[in-house]
């Protein structure tokens, strides 16, 4: 993952099928990339830049946003209703801040992404099991 930029930026990113646009605040740049091992990360695939979350804006496709929760209910996954792309998620971790999907970010190459660093999501444990 060498060379991806660590400079704050503010980036857009879209579903599938255009549904849902989204703009994200990144303050760690492309450089925050991570994968999670957690039960549902490791299933959805994508790996995740960092926005802050009140910096988070849907452009277009509000009302196209599902929403998946469980366990605690902190952790708050989004989705196109519409073709089913994960978009984003707030983190049960820090609600402060959001994942981005990687896949989702306009002018993105996931083979930039090859060499993606893990978290422990399977033992992370704030009050119980997520």
């Known amino acids: 993952m060498t060379g991806l930029s660590a400079i704050p930026e503010i980036r857009l990113a879209r579903c599938h099928c255009g549904a849902v646009v989204i703009e994200a605040f990144l303050p760690e740049g492309l450089a925050s990339a991570r994968r999670c091992d957690c039960s549902l990360c490791r299933r959805r695939g994508p790996g995740a830049v960092t926005a802050l979350t009140a910096r988070l804006r849907v452009l277009q496709g509000q009302d196209n946003l599902g929403l998946y929760t469980w366990g605690t209910h902190r952790a708050r996954h989004y989705f196109c209703k519409t073709c089913g792309i994960y978009t ?36 992370y444990r704030l009050d119980g099991p997520d």
């Open 88 to 123: 984003h998620h707030q983190r049960r971790s820090n609600p402060a801040e959001c994942g981005i999907n990687i896949g989702c970010l306009d002018g993105i190459d996931p083979r930039d992404f090859s060499d993606i660093p893990w978290t422990d999501g399977v033992n």
